[in-house]
């Protein structure tokens, strides 16, 4: 069963970099839709990204397009957020999440409850 292991966050300045990965151990991420949501306090878990690792499809939440790249390194297990000009309104608890056996068809950062396996989470935050 495949475990994951989210990392990287940490503190900025609004308009800094970071980045946060997600590895995969027990198992590789293989034929599944994985994804990155996030989490502010009081506020609902929120997809930002996702990635079907076999057609290649990638989406984004309007808040990030332009900001934010997902990427996948298959011989390394590991998922990645590059997340740029970050803004206060970043700040959140960051989840990695996949769906295995399926890619991630429609709207897949709308339907959290689709992905079965969850990391532990990394904080980020950002200061103004």
């Known amino acids: 069963q495949v475990r994951l292991v989210d990392s990287g966050g940490g503190s900025v300045q609004a308009g800094g970099s970071l980045r946060v990965s997600c590895v995969a151990y027990?198992?590789?991420?293989?034929?599944?839709?994985v994804g990155w949501f996030r989490q502010a306090l009081e506020n609902e878990r929120e997809g930002v990204a996702a990635i079907g690792t076999g057609d290649g499809k990638i989406y984004y939440a309007d808040s990030v397009k332009g900001r934010f790249t997902v990427s996948l390194d298959t011989d390394k297990n590991t998922m990645y957020l590059q997340m740029n000009s970050l803004k206060p309104e970043d700040t959140a608890m960051y989840y990695c999440?996949?769906?295995?056996?399926?890619?991630?068809?429609?709207?897949?950062?709308?339907?959290?409850?689709?992905?079965?396996?969850w990391g532990q989470g990394t904080q980020v935050t950002v200061s103004s």
């Open positions: 027990g198992a590789t991420f293989g034929w599944s839709c």
């Open positions: 999440a996949t769906a295995r056996g399926v890619q991630c068809g429609d709207s897949p950062l709308r339907q959290p409850g689709a992905f079965g396996t």
